[in-house]
């Protein structure tokens, strides 16, 4: 507050947590991370807390984080309470649960459907990058953000078929696209794939120390394309052709299908032949007997 004087007054920074009242939240905190969860077991989450813990050892030292404050998930159960509590991207991203979770940087805190260790450590590794490139200048791409996030996750988790179809069929996004995360469902989630692709390759190929001389780089206020011009000793377009001839032409069978889809899907397809076979009976009875019309 400054007032017609010049004077000037600043009130201490404080932060106002809200939380739906409709539930009962329960917390607890271990390692850098604080969970928020209500109509969940204690063990349970105590159990999932432990493992993405773990997990993100090596998040930390390949960011080179040593000292980083708790930071926060808040965890909502189903599609109904998660359309209340992420923020609007679209419609259709909306009605499609097009997007598991939201991490806030600014904030140190994400929002999470449902407790999942994938989950929570793909975003606490946003929040972990937002913490080590802090600087007003560091600028870090969405396909790396993004990537590097997936990366740190158990599996490709199919990622790396809907890359190959991709490649087979010429269908990649380039890398000069993917400066912005893309709108329609499809194109998502060819972006996520290639991200998460692009990355793997950069780490399991040039290893993690680049990737963290990569990343220092940023937080150092260069750009990507002179970064990786610093650190790979190629362009991006150079890394990305050497990405693209890494990438499997041939057919990657695809995860195993859920039991309860596979047993849903086999009930409807034998009822509908079932229905088909009396459909056929019938018109081969009607074919062999007299046709029985109006009468004149």
Request: charge should be negative.
């Amino acid at each position: 507050i400054k007032d017609a004087e010049g004077n000037t007054f600043q009130s201490p920074d404080f932060s106002l947590e809200y939380k739906d009242p409709a539930y009962e939240w329960h917390r607890y905190q271990h390692g850098v991370i604080e969970i928020l969860w209500h109509d969940r077991p204690r063990d349970t989450v105590v159990a999932v807390a432990d493992s993405v813990n773990e997990r993100l050892e090596s998040v930390q030292g390949l960011l080179g984080l040593t000292d980083v404050g708790p930071m926060k998930a808040v965890i909502v159960n189903g599609s109904r309470e998660a359309r209340r509590s992420f923020p609007v991207v679209s419609r259709t991203a909306t009605t499609s649960h097009l997007y598991g979770g939201f991490a806030f940087g600014d904030l140190d805190v994400f929002v999470l459907g449902g407790l999942d260790v994938d989950g929570m450590v793909h975003e606490m590794t946003h929040l972990l990058i937002d913490e080590a490139l802090s600087s007003p200048w560091a600028r870090i791409p969405p396909w790396l953000n993004e990537g590097l996030a997936m990366y740190f996750e158990s599996g490709p988790r199919g990622r790396d078929a809907i890359v190959a179809r991709a490649a087979r069929s010429d269908g990649l996004i380039p890398l000069r696209n993917m400066e912005r995360i893309p709108g329609r469902p499809s194109d998502v989630r060819l972006f996520y794939a290639e991200s998460w692709s692009l990355v793997n390759h950069m780490m399991t190929t040039h290893g993690e120390r680049r990737m963290a001389e990569l990343l220092a780089a940023l937080a150092n206020g260069d750009g990507i394309r002179k970064a990786v011009i610093g650190v790979y000793g190629t362009t991006l377009e150079g890394l990305e052709e050497e990405w693209k001839a890494g990438i499997p032409r041939a057919s990657i069978l695809a995860p195993a299908p859920n039991p309860g889809v596979w047993g849903t899907s086999a009930i409807i397809t034998g009822a509908v032949a079932i229905a088909i076979a009396a459909v056929v009976i019938r018109w081969v009875r009607n074919a062999i007997s007299p046709h029985e019309g109006p009468s004149d």
